[in-house]
């Protein structure tokens, strides 16, 4: 089992950049792929990124092409996604989440198994 913890949420003007960090327990780190999804609102939570455990594979969401990049740093436990060029619609609430089986599709909410309690980013006009 592993615990997910997501940091480095807060409030930004448009424009700007935010790393968020989701830092995991145990020492398997490297045996999960990883997942960010993002939820508004009154809104349903959707992808916004995954990479495959090995690193070798990334995927985003259309919205966050170009703007979002997924990384980890398997000797610290920890997944990122760094968020550029922000926008009021990227305000929600974050959350990390790990998939321990290599589901094929990990664009979705089902692939996971952890999650994360959720770290709020503000983008303000």
């Known amino acids: 089992q592993v615990q997910l913890v997501e940091s480095g949420g807060g409030l930004v003007q448009a424009g700007g950049s935010l790393r968020l960090s989701c830092a995991a327990s145990g020492r398997t780190f490297s045996s999960y792929d990883m997942g960010w999804f993002r939820q508004a609102a009154g809104k349903e939570r959707e992808f916004v990124a995954a990479?495959?455990?090995?690193?070798?594979?990334?995927y985003y969401g259309d919205s966050v092409k170009g703007r979002f990049t997924i990384s980890r740093d398997h000797a610290k436990n920890t997944a990122y996604l760094q968020m550029n060029s922000l926008k009021p619609e990227d305000t929600a609430v974050y959350y990390c989440a790990a998939d321990r089986n290599g589901a094929y599709n990990i664009r979705v909410m089902g692939a996971y198994d952890y999650w994360g309690q959720g770290t709020q980013v503000t983008v303000s006009s």
């Open positions: 990479m495959r455990r090995s690193g070798g594979s990334t």
